[in-house]
């Protein structure tokens, strides 16, 4: 190990090592806990997928380790640093690093193919032109059940020097895989969005099949990682919101875990133009084996599921829905009353054209709706594609946000 890229990391560790042991991290889990239980004390706010090209201040996100492996590392742990400085909101900072496990073959046997046009090359944004890759029945064939192995060799060197890295400042967390199970994520990315909407209406058996091939793929999949002690657990968060609850077995070792033991997410977010009973067939009805394996069931994610929520409370166990920019949020808060946690998007957008009159106003009226109805409520700020070039302004909302729900 380079004695520089050591020193760079420890430093970095012990300022993060200083900031979870403030108690204020132990409030945040106790909010948490009580929200995801549907017994809030105040709205909750999250912040995630950050355009952080644009963040950079001062070089303070500039990496300066030569090891790839600490590379990553350095950014995690800048990453964190920067937030809780600049828009902390209700992130928590754990006393703990995560290092996963070398999980191989959860993978279906088909890589999307594609065009992309980059219009920033330092962003994860670009457009893509997916070519599709089902058009008959006997296509559904080239989705493969996986093959779970875990590559202990590659787990104990990231753990070693973890252990070396972070000795005396941060705990280890030897972490397994954490589930992320859309079925159509993956199809809109194997046949683009528009020829898989097609797909619905010409080839409505094949897709009914490709689909119910993905889950068997999924269910296939979770059954090793169970097997083989190789799932995650517990989680501090599940895509982007707090998942810090007293009803699943939080102090459970990763090696013993069940899929009942954690939360999943779940989305159908290409579904936004279907009709409800679409909606139910294709997704519901289908994804029901794998959303009555998990403990806690977080579900949409910029799909508009205000028409939907019928289908959507079908779903056994779960906690969490949520409400896009897209969607009625008093249609939806209506719907959900007291009995899920409501988990609302805020518009991205109003990031790039700063008013913070508008930003007040709907978080206010977010907030206002919620009670009416009596929802639990989170706010989780996410897909920030830019922020004009102006870090301050997810500073700034970071503020509103946190004055609104207090």
């Not at 088909?110 to 330092?122: A, K, M, S, T």
């Not at 959507?312 to 009995?339: F, M, Y």
């Not at 978080?363 to 102006?390: A, F, H, M, W």
């Amino acid at each position: 190990m380079n004695k520089q890229d050591k020193e760079i990391i420890r430093n970095l560790a012990g300022q993060a090592a200083e900031i979870a042991a403030l108690p204020i991290q132990e409030e945040k889990r106790r909010l948490w806990r009580n929200l995801n239980s549907l017994k809030p004390d105040r709205p909750m706010v999250m912040i995630d997928q950050v355009c952080w090209n644009e963040m950079n201040v001062d070089n303070i996100l500039t990496l300066q380790c030569e090891d790839p492996l600490l590379r990553e590392w350095e950014q995690t742990l800048r990453k964190q640093l920067y937030q809780w400085r600049h828009f902390p909101v209700d992130a928590v900072i754990e006393d703990f690093f995560q290092i996963p496990k070398a999980v191989e073959g959860m993978h279906l046997g088909v890589d999307h193919q594609e065009q992309v046009l980059w219009n920033n090359e330092n962003t994860d944004v670009a457009s893509h032109k997916y070519i599709n890759q089902f058009t008959c029945m006997d296509d559904v064939e080239k989705v493969k059940m996986p093959i779970i192995s875990h590559n202990e060799i590659e787990t104990n060197r990231r753990l070693a020097l973890a252990e070396e890295v972070f000795d005396g400042l941060l705990k280890i967390k030897l972490d397994g895989w954490d589930p992320y199970l859309s079925v159509w994520d993956p199809i809109s990315a194997w046949m683009s969005v528009e020829d898989a909407l097609y797909g619905l209406v010409d080839e409505p058996e094949m897709m009914l099949a490709l689909a119910k091939r993905i889950v068997s793929g999924y269910m296939t999949g979770l059954d090793q990682m169970e097997q083989q002690g190789l799932l995650c657990a517990p989680q501090s968060l599940i895509h982007c919101t707090g998942a810090w609850t007293d009803e699943l077995p939080q102090g459970k070792a990763t090696e013993s875990c069940t899929t009942k033991d954690i939360w999943m997410f779940g989305l159908a977010q290409m579904f936004s133009t279907v009709s409800p009973d679409m909606f139910n067939e294709y997704e519901i009805d289908i994804c029901m084996p794998l959303f009555e394996r998990f403990g806690m069931v977080y579900y949409g994610c910029c799909d508009p599921l205000d028409r939907k929520m019928d289908q959507v409370k079908r779903i056994p166990n779960l906690r969490k829905i949520s409400i896009s920019p897209w969607a009625d949020t008093s249609r939806g808060a209506e719907a959900i009353g007291k009995d899920y946690v409501l988990s609302y998007k805020p518009n991205p957008a109003y990031l790039a054209s700063f008013d913070e009159g508008i930003i007040r106003n709907d978080i206010r009226e977010t907030v206002q709706i919620c009670k009416k109805y009596g929802c639990p409520l989170e706010l989780i700020l996410k897909d920030i594609s830019t922020v004009g070039g102006s870090p301050e302004r997810l500073w700034r909302w970071a503020e509103i946000a946190m004055e609104e729900v207090q």
